[in-house]
Structure formats: structure tokens, C-alpha cells
């Protein structure tokens, strides 16, 4: 009994000493790495970017959450590297994190003590000094000497009314040489705003003495709400002083120091259109015409033949989209034949001005004179901040001579009509033979296409199956997501919701017009039919009217269900049709 508990001591003690021997060893190979950080300045200029550099002198236990850093700074690009070297036959190991960063703000910051699993970087302090670019956004910053490259911005109106016409201005001035220069597009607080760049200039002016080259870029905006807008900063990024490449490989070496600016956020007041205003009747523009266009003289027109009358809508600070359709009253005694109208957006550094044209056709049936009623337009002077009125005048055109039948555009007859009893023909010795040749051609041609359909029917079998079955579940998935988003439509029309409705609409434009940079009303009245438009419109001022008033869904249900019909027949016509012969 005691000759096993003396073994059972032994083997205790054994275990013990290996465990110490183990731990031993371990605190020797995996010591705490010893992990130091620098930057490449300090203090450093609130545009410019400087680099964050972490080294440790053996691995870390894991990688590094840099996240800590973001609060203050942004993180342009980062890059890892490893350095193993031999000194009398010792090897040791360097690993290197390099962060290009940019301040958001002014200040002493601290950069914080960064995790690389249990081992732990120091904390350290730099300073963010006053921005030289005018167009800095923090508040204390102050321009003490000229800047080499700034930003300005501005924006043409501190008060406007909604749906109007706002120009926003950004311009990039600089004495030195840039390379790889992005520049954002603006973003507003009004997710629905209308946003279309109208021009791009270079030229060079003088500020203080001081000539500076000058990129400039106008944007017109369009808010859709009213209230405050807020149009966010425009960010510009670039390296600066980049010099030229002296051989093909300098192409693709990062030359110059990365600089980043931001311009100044601008505010101004959006006013709701005023309470005089019937809001289907909101056109806010700073100068409406109304042109009218004849292809003939109209006092000396032929019965029978037709004129075309040209009537062109033309706003300066609307879009054409915004522009309204115009109604025509039926004339007794003139057919009228209305095109589609044809829009277009004229873009000047001053602004947009709208485009709308519509032709008719008109064809007097009888000789006589006729007066054609006025064509008003209301609109809203944003100049005078009045409401005025376009017009065309009653005109009278004079229609002489006898019509003429074949000149009388009517309802297409039947190709081949039935002739009736009474006017069939005798049949004699001398019109037989006739009426037997026409029978006998008749039964060739019909025999012809026959044979011309079993053919084509034949090769249309012989495609390849797997083609086909493709093309049919893509169809049967474009349609099953057409047909889910117009019942949404539907539904929420029925129940009056006008903003889900809004929200369904969208959701169905982009899958019926096949269009996915659809985001706003405004961009489907672009795609469907003046007829669903003109309700969506509605719509869309229902939805930002001051007042809120109560939307009924019951026109948009009808010029919806409309448009189904239309833009399904198109795509099944689309798929039958077939492909030319020859590619022009």
C-alpha cells in the first residue's frame, strides 16, 4: 500500500513539473507583441490627407479594428506589408499597417488605442489645424493666406416656390496641377427633387490679385417639397501638384499629394404654392409662350385637304415633363387628328427651359368658315410672383372648293367588299372566262400561303428547346413582377392612399418599362402615356400640397388599367416580332 502511494506521488509530481516546464516555454514564444504607432505629419491642414502608421516587431495576436478611427477621421485606403530580416544570424520580423486618412474637423484629437486581438496599439495625439480653403465647413476655420485650390459654391434664389426652377453653382479654383480629380453630384434633404446638370465650364479669373483656372458646374433643382432644402456639401478629391510622367510606366504611379475638399452646405426656403392656385394648374416658370404654327394659309383652304396647325408650349425654368397636355374642343364640320406630343429639355447655363409640341391635323368636310375657340394657360410668374394667363386667340379658317373623296380621311373599308345581289354581274359567254382566271388566282395565292405558313411553322418547332424555355421564365418572372406590383397599385388606389400608391407606382414603372433608375413620379410620367401623366401629376401635388387635401384614386384606377392594356400588347408584340433581314 505505501510502495503505490510513493508511485502515485511520483507521477503526480512528474505532471507538475511538465506543466511548469510547458508554461515556461510558452511564455518565451508567443510574448506580447510590442506594436508602435507615427504619423507622416503634425499638425496637419484640415483638406489634406496624412498617414497613419502602426509597426510591431513580432505577430499580433489578430488582426486590427481600425474602426475606432472613424469617428474622426475618414480612411481613404489602407495597405499591409510584412518585413523579415536576418542580424547575426537572428531573424526578426516587422509588420506594417499603413492608413491614408483625412480629418472631418478641426482640432486636437486623440487617435485611441487600436484592439490587434489581446495586443494593444498606444493612444496618440495630433493636431488638425485651420483649413487655407475658403470654402471649409467647420466653423472656426479661417483663411489666413491664399489658397491653392478651393471650392465655392452657391445658389441663385434664397426663396423660391416648389416645383420651381433653382440653379446651384460649384466651381473648383486652383494654381496648381491636379490629377485622377473625382467631383460628387449634389444630394438635397428633398429625396424627390428633381436634379439635372445644365453645364460644364473652364475659364480662368482673378481673385486678390491671384489668377486662378476655374472649373465650374451648374446644376437647375427642382424641389418637390416645400419647407427648408438643404443642398449637402459637393465633395472634391484629387492629388495635387501630380507631375507629368516622364515615361509610360510613370502612367501608373501614384504621383501628388491626395487632397480632398468639401464645399459649404447651402440652405433655402422652399414656399408652397398659394392657396389661389388650383395646384392642377401649377406652372411656377419666369416666362411662359404659347406659340401657334400653320403649314398652309389658312383663309384659302381646299375641302378635303388637310392643315397642319403647330402649337408650341415653351417655359423657361420648367421641365417639359412638367409642362401640361392641351385639351382641343370637336368643330363641326372639321375632323382633327391631334400626334403625340413631342417634349425636349433646352439646357443653357441660365437654366432649363421646357419644350412641348403638338401638331394637329385639321381637314374641313364641307366649304365654309370656321373659328377655332382660344387656348388659355395659367401659370405662375415666379419674376413678378403674379399669376398670368397664356393665350392663343380664336382664329377663323376658310375652307372653299368641293370636298373631294379621296382627300377625306375616314375609317379604312374592308379590302374586298361583298358584292350584293342586285349588282352581280349577268354572267355570259364573255364574262365567264374572266371571273375564272380571278377564281383560279385566288386559289393559287391562298394555296401560297398556305404553304408558306406549314414553313415557317416547321421552323419555329425546330428551335432549340432550351432556348426558348429560357426566354418563357424570364417573361413568366418579368410578368408575375408586373402583375405583383399593379395590384398593389390597384389596391392602394381603391383604398385613396396616396402614398403608397406613390410608393407601388414606382415599384411597377421599373419592372412595366424595364427601367430601374426609376425613383420619383416625375421619372414615370417620362415612360407611360400623357393619359396616366396627367393623373400621376395629381397625384404628386396631392402628395406636397401644404394642405394635405384628400386624393381620390378613382381617374388614376382608370388611365392605370389603361396603360396595362397598352404596354401589354407592346411587349407582346415586341416578342412576335421578327428580326430584319438586313441591319441598317
Known amino acids: 500500500m505505501v510502495e503505490k502511494n510513493s508511485t502515485m506521488n511520483t507521477i503526480i509530481r512528474s505532471a507538475i513539473q511538465v506543466l511548469l516546464v510547458f508554461c515556461a516555454l510558452t511564455s518565451t514564444v508567443l510574448p506580447a507583441a510590442n506594436i508602435t504607432v507615427t504619423t507622416s505629419r503634425n499638425p496637419v491642414a484640415l483638406d489634406d490627407s496624412f498617414h497613419l502608421i502602426y509597426e510591431a516587431d513580432s505577430s499580433v495576436d489578430d488582426d486590427p479594428d481600425f474602426s475606432p478611427i472613424y469617428k474622426n477621421f475618414d480612411v481613404l485606403n489602407s495597405s499591409q506589408s510584412t518585413n523579415m530580416r536576418s542580424i547575426n544570424g537572428s531573424w526578426s520580423m516587422k509588420k506594417t499597417w499603413d492608413l491614408a486618412v483625412i480629418a472631418k474637423d478641426v482640432g486636437m484629437f486623440t487617435i485611441p488605442p487600436i484592439a490587434f486581438g489581446n495586443d494593444i496599439s498606444p493612444a496618440i495625439r495630433i493636431t488638425i489645424s485651420n483649413s487655407t480653403s475658403p470654402n471649409s465647413s467647420s466653423p472656426t476655420a479661417k483663411s489666413t493666406i491664399p489658397a491653392k485650390i478651393f471650392l465655392e459654391s452657391s445658389v441663385d434664389k434664397k426663396t423660391g416656390w416648389v416645383q420651381s426652377q433653382f440653379i446651384y453653382t460649384v466651381r473648383l479654383l486652383r494654381t496648381v496641377g491636379i490629377a485622377n480629380a473625382t467631383m460628387t453630384d449634389p444630394e438635397t434633404s428633398d429625396p424627390d427633387a428633381i436634379i439635372h446638370k445644365i453645364s460644364e465650364d473652364n475659364y480662368q479669373t482673378t481673385r486678390n490679385g491671384i489668377r486662378y483656372d476655374v472649373f465650374e458646374r451648374r446644376y437647375a433643382i427642382f424641389p418637390q417639397k416645400s419647407g427648408q432644402l438643404k443642398i449637402n456639401p459637393i465633395t472634391f478629391q484629387g492629388r495635387v501638384n501630380a507631375s507629368q510622367p516622364r515615361t509610360i510606366f510613370d502612367q501608373f504611379r501614384m504621383s501628388g499629394q491626395l487632397k480632398r475638399l468639401r464645399s459649404k452646405p447651402i440652405e433655402t426656403t422652399v414656399k408652397a404654392a398659394p392657396d389661389s392656385i388650383n395646384l392642377q394648374d401649377w406652372l411656377p416658370a419666369s416666362e411662359l409662350q404659347l406659340i401657334e404654327e400653320w403649314s398652309d394659309d389658312i383663309q384659302t383652304i381646299k375641302t378635303g385637304d388637310p392643315v397642319t396647325r403647330t402649337i408650341t408650349i415653351a417655359a423657361k425654368g420648367l421641365t417639359a415633363v412638367q409642362l401640361p397636355d392641351l385639351g382641343f374642343e370637336d368643330i363641326d364640320g372639321i375632323k382633327q387628328y391631334p400626334d403625340k406630343p413631342v417634349t425636349e429639355d433646352r439646357q443653357e447655363t441660365s437654366g432649363i427651359t421646357g419644350i412641348k409640341q403638338i401638331k394637329i391635323a385639321l381637314i374641313p368636310t364641307a366649304a365654309g368658315s370656321y373659328t377655332l375657340p382660344e387656348i388659355k394657360l395659367q401659370w405662375w410668374n415666379t419674376r413678378t410672383n403674379k399669376k398670368e394667363t397664356a393665350i392663343i386667340p380664336e382664329k377663323v379658317i376658310t375652307a372653299v372648293g368641293t370636298a373631294s373623296t379621296n382627300n377625306i380621311i375616314t375609317t379604312p373599308e374592308p379590302a374586298v367588299k361583298p358584292v350584293s345581289q342586285a349588282q352581280q354581274p349577268v354572267v355570259t359567254d364573255a364574262t365567264k372566262t374572266p371571273t375564272t382566271e380571278i377564281d383560279a388566282y385566288w386559289k393559287w395565292l391562298t394555296f401560297a400561303f398556305a404553304v408558306a405558313w406549314l414553313l415557317t411553322l416547321i421552323l419555329l418547332i425546330k428551335k432549340p428547346e432550351t432556348k426558348d424555355k429560357k426566354s418563357e421564365d424570364n417573361n413568366k418572372v418579368s410578368s408575375e413582377s408586373i402583375r405583383s406590383a399593379a395590384a398593389a397599385v390597384e389596391k392602394h388606389a381603391a383604398h385613396d392612399d396616396a402614398e403608397n400608391t406613390r410608393t407601388a407606382l414606382i415599384a411597377w414603372a421599373k419592372a412595366a418599362y424595364e427601367n430601374e433608375h426609376i425613383n420619383n413620379l416625375s421619372q414615370v410620367t417620362e415612360h407611360c402615356s400623357d393619359t396616366l401623366a396627367q393623373v400621376i401629376r395629381k397625384l404628386n401635388q396631392s402628395l406636397y400640397s401644404q394642405e394635405h387635401r384628400t386624393w381620390s384614386g378613382k ?30
Request: charged share 25%.
Open 555 to 584: 381617374a388614376l384606377l382608370l388611365a392605370f388599367k389603361d396603360e396595362r392594356s397598352y404596354t401589354g400588347a407592346k411587349k407582346n408584340q415586341a416578342r412576335s416580332a421578327l428580326k430584319p433581314l438586313y441591319n441598317s
